[in-house]
């Protein structure tokens, strides 16, 4: 079954200093890999997804993430954390052989100014 | 382009009663998805379908929830005889049907509180 880890549930961060929210995936097949977040009483927008191609991708706001096949990670990475990136953080992962994504637990991310 | 638009946003109901939520995809979608969020949880799939068809339901309680995504009109996921621990954030999502890599788009969501 897949399976994703986000190992931790909240991270603190300075304002202006880079960030990292990790996600690891189970081993199965290809993965689809997405990062989608979450403000307070809203739904998830979705930030970046890997599929194929380049391991490191590029998305909205800033963010990036890069695929690593070997560690089985899908990290999520910003170079200067603003206030308002402060939020609940989500990986999900697919795959060829189904639609539904299976989530993370989330983790919040809390930009400290 | 309007998003996924899901109704009500809040929803109570009281042990025994049946609760309906609705959920229109974002014009062009074909493909209709249903999460559940429960409080510090991520979100778990639920049912997926197309129009008029359900395609995986192998997240659904096998008892006293149902889904349909009708020719026309919204995705409809009902709840009969709620209990309490159905409260939780039902996500309704939807996506294009060009494939499986297509991101898909969230709406609000429904908290439904069942006192």
């Known amino acids: 079954a897949q399976s994703v880890a986000q190992p931790e549930d909240q991270v603190n961060v300075a304002e202006g200093n880079p960030l990292t929210v990790k996600c690891t995936y189970s081993?199965?097949?290809?993965?689809?890999l997405f990062w989608y977040v979450q403000y307070p009483n809203r739904g998830l927008q979705f930030l970046l997804k890997y599929i194929t191609g380049d391991n490191l991708v590029k998305g909205s706001y800033g963010f990036e993430a890069e695929f690593n096949k070997s560690q089985t990670s899908f990290h999520l990475k910003k170079p200067s954390a603003l206030v308002s990136d402060s939020a609940l953080y989500f990986c999900a992962r697919g795959g060829a052989g189904s639609y539904q994504l299976t989530f993370g637990k989330g983790t919040k991310l809390s930009v400290i100014p | 382009n309007a998003g996924v638009m899901q109704n009500p946003r809040h929803l109570v109901r009281r042990r025994g009663q049946e609760a309906r939520l609705r959920c229109s995809p974002m014009k062009g979608h074909s493909h209709v998805y249903w999460y559940r969020q429960l409080p510090e949880e991520g979100l778990k799939f639920m049912v997926y379908l197309q129009k008029e068809n359900i395609i995986d339901e192998s997240g659904m309680p096998k008892e006293r929830f149902s889904a349909e995504f009708p020719k026309e009109g919204p995705s409809i996921l009902r709840i009969q005889q709620v209990v309490r621990g159905d409260s939780a954030a039902y996500f309704c999502?939807?996506?294009?049907?060009?494939?499986?890599?297509?991101?898909?788009?969230f709406g609000p969501g429904t908290r439904l509180t069942v006192l």
């Open positions: 999502a939807s996506s294009p049907p060009e494939g499986r890599g297509n991101e898909q788009f």
């Open positions: 081993v199965s097949g290809n993965p689809y």
